[in-house]
């Protein structure tokens, strides 16, 4: 009897939630059915290995009737010091590993050689399917059929099924921001602020946000005075230009306007200005730069303090210089001011002195800012509260509207995260909880800070995925820089904005059949009512709940 040797090359579908360890014994889930709506993105996977002891080089070839809208990446494996809050609820187990590894999240361009495969580990592509922009996929099945070639010669094949139902997401109503930080890309690029260089890297930026869900951004008309060390300063990025003589002020905003209609030319059409008083106490004034008898001057920063008269004047003089030009500019009214970022209750008096100097001359603008002590909003110092994801119950209950939410990578015990410790149900099950509230808002602090903490000085991202044991892997930033200034997405990028495109199929169906039971569809499937502790921890919810508004979607249009 012939025995017949078994192939070296195994190969599977699997869906975008399996985060596929490099030497797991599997894949995952063999996956070989999805579904989408026409105009909204869609993701799987295909997990490859070569089980002879030797390395290959594999290039995928891609055969479908859609082969236009469809995008394959190399998942690369990114390392994983820092898992999560040191101080975590030992409790809390839904995490991939809890001990230091190499975790696929990076998403780079394949390049003509292909995927380099190691003996015995599994490797992985990133397929996208999305239609060009300014147009839908037609309603239908679509085979999509992906050979591996060594050498010119198919090693492997993989079969996946993709039916496109005849409906559309509605528009993103959810307002989402997550800071961009402009002097990690003079950092990383070693390039001059607001140089054309500078310029070309932070369009490429804002392009990428737009195109993750970001429809909001920090605007630095003075450089953020966020996780910065006391008596430290970060580059300037400041985009209003100041000019003081004597006790007067001149102020240009040519760079704010510049600012302003690139991001507006993404989509990007709310912005927040940079906070005007120190982080965690609004302690002390924010870094701004000045030309003083033809020289630039720092005139403002850690060494002011919130009561500073020299301060409350330059306020006076500029603030109202500025609402008139984003007024004129006609962004007036799409345009949030923060005081201070995450204060608490022992920063109250500093809080409430930088408000009363700031409130005058901001009539008509909302103030923003993320706090988590309900008692801090009831003081009525803040128009909009941004509560972490553990006070988001609370400030719910106590029918706070609008309900603005963060998430951070720390205190989240049991809560969705998006670290890349955590699976990426948990990243992405946040869709329904975003739904479940009726959020209206969502922020996170780092779109690409690639820096440690209190920014004493930058890290290669690639090597440090924790900001240099900062925060928890992955927290830090959604994008890595790429090469050629394009950011690179990841992993936690895009579940996210899997969930954000969740949100908006549940919102679709509402308009079809009401809030309750879109909510009551929801608690049923899971057993329980969905809230920010109780929710599914598995991929196979999530894949089906989809699955079923796809149909039911599909259903009305017929």
Same mark, same amino acid.
């Given at each position: 009897?012939?025995?017949?040797?078994?192939?070296?090359?195994?190969?599977?579908?699997?869906?975008?939630?399996?985060?596929?360890?490099?030497? #797991?014994?599997?894949?995952?889930?063999?996956?070989?059915?999805?579904?989408? @709506?026409?105009?909204?993105?869609?993701?799987? $996977?295909?997990?490859?290995?070569?089980?002879?002891?030797?390395?290959?080089?594999?290039?995928?070839?891609?055969?479908?009737?859609?082969?236009?809208?469809?995008?394959?990446?190399?998942?690369?494996?990114?390392?994983?010091?820092?898992?999560?809050?040191?101080?975590?609820?030992?409790?809390?187990?839904?995490?991939? !590993?809890?001990?230091?590894?190499?975790?696929?999240?990076c998403l780079e361009p394949l390049g003509p050689f292909g995927l380099s495969l190691v003996p015995h580990q599994w490797r992985c592509i990133w397929v996208t399917v999305e239609a060009p922009q300014g147009r839908d996929l037609s309603a239908g099945v679509y085979p999509i059929?992906?050979?591996?070639?060594?050498?010119?010669?198919?090693? =492997?094949?993989?079969?996946?099924? @993709?039916?496109?139902?005849?409906?559309?997401?509605?528009?993103?109503?959810?307002?989402?921001?997550?800071?961009?930080?402009?002097?990690?890309?003079?950092?990383?690029?070693?390039? /001059?602020?607001?140089?054309?260089?500078?310029?070309?890297?932070?369009?490429?930026?804002?392009?990428?946000?737009?195109?993750?869900?970001? +429809?909001?951004?920090?605007? *630095?008309?003075?450089?953020?005075?966020?996780?910065?060390?006391? +008596?430290? &300063?970060?580059?300037?990025?400041?985009?209003?230009?100041?000019?003081?003589?004597?006790?007067?002020?001149?102020?240009?905003? /040519?760079?704010?306007?510049?600012?302003?209609? %690139?991001?507006?030319?993404?989509?990007?059409?709310?912005?927040?200005?940079?906070?005007?008083?120190?982080?965690?106490? =609004? =302690?002390?004034?924010?870094?701004?730069m000045a030309m003083v008898e033809g020289k630039e001057e720092r005139i403002f920063g850690w060494d002011v303090p919130v009561d500073s008269p020299a301060y409350a004047a330059f306020l006076q003089a500029y603030l109202p210089c500025?609402?008139?030009?984003?007024?004129?500019?006609?962004?007036?009214?799409?345009?949030?001011?923060?005081?201070?970022?995450?204060? !608490?209750?022992?920063?109250?008096?500093?809080?409430?002195?930088?408000?009363?100097?700031?409130?005058?001359? @901001?009539?008509?603008?909302?103030?923003?800012?993320?706090?988590?002590?309900?008692?801090?909003?009831?003081?009525?110092?803040?128009?909009?509260?941004?509560?972490?994801?553990?006070?988001?119950?609370?400030? =719910? /209950?106590?029918?706070? #509207?609008? %309900?603005?939410?963060?998430?951070?990578?720390?205190?989240?015990?049991?809560?969705?995260?998006? #670290?890349?410790?955590?699976?990426?149900?948990?990243?992405?099950?946040?869709?329904?909880?975003?739904?479940?509230?009726?959020? $209206?808002?969502? %922020?996170?602090?780092?779109?690409?800070?690639?820096?440690?903490?209190?920014?004493?000085? *930058?890290?290669?991202?690639?090597?440090?995925?924790?900001? !240099?044991?900062?925060?928890?892997?992955?927290?830090?930033?959604?994008?890595?820089?790429?090469?050629?200034?394009?950011?690179?997405?990841?992993?936690?990028?895009?579940?996210?904005?899997?969930?954000?495109?969740?949100?908006?199929?549940?919102?679709?169906? &509402?308009?079809?059949?009401?809030? &309750?039971?879109?909510?009551?569809?929801?608690?049923?499937?899971?057993?329980?009512?969905?809230?920010?502790?109780?929710?599914?921890?598995?991929?196979?919810? %999530?894949?089906?709940?989809?699955?079923?508004? +796809?149909?039911?979607?599909?259903?009305?249009?017929?």
């Amino acid at each position: 009897m012939k025995i017949r040797k078994p192939h070296p090359y195994e190969a599977l579908c699997v869906s975008s939630l399996e985060k596929v360890m490099p030497a #797991s014994g599997r894949a995952g889930y063999r996956f070989e059915k999805g579904s989408m @709506l026409k105009n909204e993105r869609y993701h799987f $996977q295909v997990a490859v290995k070569v089980t002879m002891d030797d390395k290959a080089m594999v290039v995928p070839k891609l055969s479908s009737p859609i082969a236009d809208c469809i995008r394959i990446l190399r998942v690369d494996l990114n390392p994983m010091e820092m898992l999560h809050e040191p101080c975590c609820d030992p409790g809390d187990t839904n995490f991939i !590993s809890q001990i230091p590894t190499l975790i696929p999240d990076c998403l780079e361009p394949l390049g003509p050689f292909g995927l380099s495969l190691v003996p015995h580990q599994w490797r992985c592509i990133w397929v996208t399917v999305e239609a060009p922009q300014g147009r839908d996929l037609s309603a239908g099945v679509y085979p999509i059929d992906i050979a591996f070639e060594d050498g010119g010669e198919v090693v =492997a094949k993989v079969h996946f099924e @993709l039916t496109v139902y005849d409906a559309s997401l509605e528009k993103q109503e959810l307002v989402y921001t997550t800071w961009v930080h402009l002097d990690s890309l003079i950092n990383y690029y070693r390039v /001059e602020a607001f140089s054309e260089e500078h310029w070309d890297l932070i369009e490429k930026t804002m392009r990428c946000a737009a195109r993750s869900g970001v +429809n909001m951004v920090l605007t *630095p008309c003075f450089t953020p005075p966020l996780d910065t060390g006391v +008596n430290w &300063e970060r580059k300037t990025t400041q985009l209003v230009d100041v000019v003081k003589e004597g006790n007067s002020y001149r102020f240009s905003f /040519e760079k704010l306007e510049r600012f302003i209609r %690139l991001c507006e030319g993404y989509g990007i059409t709310r912005f927040e200005i940079a906070h005007l008083f120190t982080q965690w106490g =609004a =302690a002390a004034t924010p870094k701004i730069m000045a030309m003083v008898e033809g020289k630039e001057e720092r005139i403002f920063g850690w060494d002011v303090p919130v009561d500073s008269p020299a301060y409350a004047a330059f306020l006076q003089a500029y603030l109202p210089c500025l609402t008139a030009f984003l007024v004129e500019l006609g962004v007036g009214d799409r345009c949030y001011f923060h005081i201070s970022d995450e204060p !608490s209750e022992k920063h109250l008096v500093n809080y409430r002195k930088a408000s009363e100097v700031l409130r005058p001359l @901001l009539k008509g603008f909302p103030i923003m800012d993320a706090l988590s002590h309900y008692e801090l909003y009831e003081t009525g110092l803040v128009d909009l509260p941004v509560c972490g994801a553990n006070a988001l119950e609370e400030f =719910a /209950e106590k029918n706070v #509207s609008p %309900l603005w939410t963060y998430y951070c990578g720390f205190g989240q015990d049991y809560l969705t995260m998006r #670290s890349l410790s955590t699976p990426s149900a948990r990243n992405r099950i946040y869709g329904y909880q975003l739904y479940r509230y009726n959020v $209206q808002g969502f %922020l996170h602090w780092g779109f690409n800070y690639y820096s440690t903490r209190f920014s004493l000085y *930058p890290v290669d991202p690639f090597r440090f995925t924790d900001g !240099s044991g900062f925060c928890c892997s992955g927290d830090c930033f959604m994008v890595y820089p790429g090469e050629d200034g394009n950011p690179l997405t990841s992993i936690h990028n895009e579940v996210f904005y899997d969930a954000l495109q969740d949100l908006r199929a549940l919102k679709t169906l &509402e308009k079809h059949i009401g809030r &309750e039971k879109v909510l009551k569809m929801i608690d049923d499937s899971i057993g329980v009512p969905l809230t920010m502790y109780e929710y599914p921890k598995d991929d196979q919810w %999530l894949l089906t709940m989809r699955e079923t508004i +796809n149909k039911m979607l599909g259903g009305f249009a017929k």
